[in-house]
T-cell receptor, first 113, second 116 residues
Framework: GDSVTQMEGPVTLSEEAFLTINCTYTATGYPSLFWYVQYPGEGLQLLLKATKADDKGSNKGFEATYRKETTSFHLEKGSVQVSDSAVYFC????????????WGAGTKLIIKP | GAVVSQHPSRVICKSGTSVKIECRSL??????MFWYRQFPKQSLMLMAT?????????EQGVEKDKFLINHASLTLSTLTVTSAHPEDSSFYIC????????????FGPGTRLTVL
């Protein structure tokens, strides 16, 4: 069945470091791909998404490119801030679903000043 | 942006009692709402899909008689955990789809249920 695998955390970085959080998926067809973020004490928020191969989603300095050849959707940011500390979830929406999402396990990101 | 609230944020109950969790879309109408369960350090597990005015669709392995879902209006869905037991302790999250909008789900902040 469809699945999403993302790197285990926590990931600890210093402020202004480069960030990569890996996400790979298994799915039939061409699913839409998402990154959600959960800040402490808050609900999940959509960070960015891509709906077809080679699409690049971007928001708040974060980027992720839909790579069908490697079935990946890695999240990157050039210079992280303390305020980026949160849990990041990669997810896919099945093509045949009623907007149902398949989730990765989440990666906790800790940014130290 | 679209806001979804959940109430209560935390609840502690005794084994055998029932607990109701509310999920409200505050500034938009949601024809579809989802209920998830999240275990510590694990991903979200979809429990059921709730469509306004119709019966919820439960995922395989989720007991529909234990987890009662009611989606009576376009802004409110409720999840009732009946005869709760300690193994039902978890973090429950709802999300809502904006009616007529894109495929973006808007999430509530979650409810922490502890069954003693």
């Amino acid at each position: 069945g469809d699945s999403v695998t993302q790197m285990e955390g926590p990931v600890t970085l210093s402020e202004e470091a480069f960030l990569t959080i890996n996400c790979t998926y298994t799915a039939t067809g061409y699913p839409s791909l998402f990154w959600y973020v959960q800040y402490p004490g808050e609900g999940l928020q959509l960070l960015l998404k891509a709906t077809k191969a080679d699409d690049k989603g971007s928001n708040k300095g974060f980027e992720a490119t839909y790579r069908k050849e490697t079935t990946s959707f890695h999240l990157e940011k050039g210079s992280v801030q303390v305020s980026d500390s949160a849990v990041y979830f990669c997810a896919l929406r099945r093509m045949d679903s009623n907007y149902q999402l398949i989730w990765g396990a989440g990666t906790k990101l800790i940014i130290k000043p | 942006g679209a806001v979804v609230s959940q109430h209560p944020s935390r609840v502690i109950c005794k084994s055998g009692t029932s607990v109701k969790i509310e999920c409200r879309s505050l500034d938009f109408q949601a024809t579809t709402m989802f209920w998830y369960r999240q275990f510590p350090k694990q991903s979200l597990m979809l429990m059921a899909t709730s469509n306004e005015g119709s019966k919820a669709t439960y995922e395989q392995g989720v007991e529909k008689d234990k987890f009662l879902i009611n989606h009576a209006s376009l802004t409110l869905s409720t999840l009732t955990v009946t005869s709760a037991h300690p193994e039902d302790s978890s973090f429950y999250i709802c999300s809502a789809l904006l009616a007529g909008g894109t495929d973006t789900q808007y999430f509530g902040p979650g409810t922490r249920l502890t069954v003693l």
